[in-house]
């Protein structure tokens, strides 16, 4: 897996943003059975430039806490043979030898306030922050109660499996 970070507000965590990133997203990708190998895109940003993002790319013009960008279409979340098929010459980088996967934005004051609320680590909320996004790239979504449910219970494995927890 090829891990690009942008820190564009030159966020400062007790822990190391790459570091936590690519274990959350290997976790996953591992979880989900995904044997690609892949190039993700992160970017640490705040709450003007994640709510241009929100506005530009969904139409809401407001901040979130994080923004999901993914490049494959799936026919079923988590079914990676699509990116066997035509979708391959569309997502693949000749340069990387990888399938191109998708584009995460996490917004830093959103992780502060929202481990403060939830009383968990600020390492706890981007983990959880990473692996929720990660299932989108994975082509989950929560729009529905069972999807939800769904996404929920594998975010928990993610974290659970990393001794990543609420303490």
Known sequence: MIFYVENEVDAQFDFDIEEVARTVSEEVLRQEGCTHEVEISLTVTDDDGIQEMNREFRGIDKPTDVLSFPNVSYEEPGDFSVMD?????????PDTNCIMFGDIVINEKRVREQADEYGHSLKREFAFLVAHSMLHLCGYDHMEAEEAKVMEKKQSDVLNKLGITRD
Request: aromatic letters at 12%; glycine letters at 12%; a negative charge.
């Open 85 to 93: 098929g035509e979708q391959k010459i569309d997502l693949f980088d």
